[in-house]
């Protein structure tokens, strides 16, 4: 089992800067990918950007060049950078984990954050 807690989020600018993180808790050698989905009111909960257990980065298009995912491997943490925030970003942003289960792969979700981009 994974437990998510996440941090961050918050009212800025457009053009403005936020940072969240994501810490995990339970089995961390079972997790495959950690990552952020974000989900705007009306829309469908969309992938942002997500790290494998191998490093392996991947990234929506509409935040590439503005966006940045790293880990801090001592604290279990994913943090998500994002700049040059624009109202468009404006969404809940969930953490998600994959991680492997007995004979599943087991799917685990923060509770979420809300960033609000003004114009």
């Known amino acids: 089992q994974v437990q998510l807690v996440e941090s961050g989020g918050g009212l800025v600018k457009s053009g403005g800067s936020l940072r969240l993180s994501c810490t995990a808790s339970?089995?961390?050698?079972?997790?495959?990918?950690m990552g952020w989905y974000r989900q705007a009111p009306g829309k469908q909960r969309e992938l942002v950007a997500h790290?494998?257990?191998?490093?392996?980065?991947d990234y929506a298009d509409s935040v590439k060049s503005r966006f940045t995912l790293s880990r801090n491997d001592a604290r279990n943490t994913i943090y998500l950078q994002m700049n040059s925030l624009k109202p468009e970003d404006t969404a809940v942003y969930y953490c998600?984990?994959?991680?492997?289960?007995?004979?599943?792969?087991?799917?685990?979700w923060g509770q979420g954050t809300q960033v609000t981009v003004s114009s």
């Open positions: 790290l494998t257990r191998g490093g392996s980065k």
């Open positions: 339970g089995s961390i050698p079972k997790i495959i990918v």
């Open positions: 998600n984990a994959r991680s492997e289960g007995d004979r599943t792969i087991d799917e685990t």
